[in-house]
């Protein structure tokens, strides 16, 4: 039935574009006026479009024809993203998305059965984070993961059968995109400075944080440790990236090569959000034992800061 229905999509667009050529009247099957292709003495989509309407005159119309022409990576004076995102749109972007979703959780998987979680005595309890800090991180953590997670559906589209499902997804990612970029910018200005790389951060990504031993030892780490550093700046920088590229995309307000630019590093970005996302979930949900319950009531057991956050410990004690 499905491929039944999708016979019957792609018969009525073939009908549509052939209609649409038999009105206009130019033959793609034979020469145009001084032996040009059909491509290039056709109007374009502008035939089909009021001026009024027409949203980019760059993309629209007759200017894509003489764009198309510089596209190429291999074409002559080429200095265009066309082929390089056709080549990698259409064959890699979405098979790199699937090994990611894959094999993070698989890596993540392999390390919680050898190593295991780390426990600790939650006896007594510090407060670590205000009601403040809680109420805006999952203000921006929410619609992070839905932009994630609709971002997902909409690369997998035409494996997911397209539709309405999809549509929804892409409307979802817009409105999500709203709401991180307002409590994305007020979760850097809350946490930006104790996000800033320190000396000791060098010692913990020497040792991993200590993640792949089994021993209780005093970790070097202020309040965030590198791992949570490094995640803090691709979420914030490498979010607002994504939600400038998005918005490029979206309002089609540059011209074809900025789009394609513009795609190219969404996707990349992506990539990385992708695998750090997963590893923030398993590193708060599975690899720390009440690890979740800092950012939900802002307390965190003191044993877990004294060995996890050595230096923030000091800090604490100090004060």
């Not at 022409?69 to 990698?88: C, H, V």
């Not at 309890?125 to 205000?130: A, D, L, T």
């Not at 991993?208 to 791992?227: D, H, Q, T, V």
Request: charged residues 15%; glycine residues 10%; positive net charge.
């Amino acid at each position: 039935m499905r491929n039944l229905l999708k016979f019957f999509r792609i018969f009525m667009l073939v009908l549509f574009v052939a209609g649409a050529s038999l009105s206009f009247g130019a033959n793609p099957s034979v020469p145009q006026k001084d032996g040009k292709q059909y491509a290039e003495v056709i109007s374009g989509n502008n035939a089909l479009i009021a001026p009024s309407d027409r949203a980019n005159p760059k993309i629209y119309g007759g200017p894509e024809v003489e764009a198309i022409k510089t596209w190429g990576i291999d074409s002559p004076n080429s200095y265009g993203f066309g082929e390089i995102f056709t080549l990698l749109q259409g064959h890699y972007f979405s098979v790199i998305f699937g090994i990611l979703i894959v094999l993070v959780p698989l890596a993540f998987l392999g390390h919680f059965m050898v190593i295991g979680q780390k426990k600790f005595n939650h006896g007594k309890k510090i407060r670590v984070f205000s009601s403040y800090n809680i109420f805006v991180h999952w203000c921006a953590a929410i619609p992070f993961v839905a932009l994630c997670l609709t971002g997902l559906v909409m690369v997998f589209g035409d494996k997911l059968g397209g539709g309405g499902f999809v549509r929804f997804a892409r409307d979802v990612h817009g409105i999500a995109t709203i709401v991180f970029a307002i409590f994305g910018v007020l979760m850097f200005l809350m946490w930006f400075k104790s996000a800033l790389p320190r000396a000791y951060d060098i010692d913990w990504l020497m040792i991993m944080g200590g993640y792949l031993s089994k021993e209780k030892k005093p970790i070097p780490a202020g309040k965030f440790n590198a791992g949570q550093k490094m995640w803090f700046w691709v979420c914030t920088l490498g979010g607002f990236a994504m939600v400038i590229s998005g918005a490029f995309m979206f309002f089609q307000f540059s011209d074809i090569n900025t789009l394609r630019m513009m795609a190219l590093a969404h996707n990349f970005i992506g990539f990385l959000i992708v695998a750090l996302l997963i590893t923030h979930i398993y590193m708060a949900v599975f690899a720390i034992e009440g690890a979740l319950h800092s950012i939900i009531d802002g307390h965190m057991g003191e044993e877990e800061i004294a060995i996890l956050h050595s230096y923030y410990y000091k800090e604490i004690n100090a004060a």
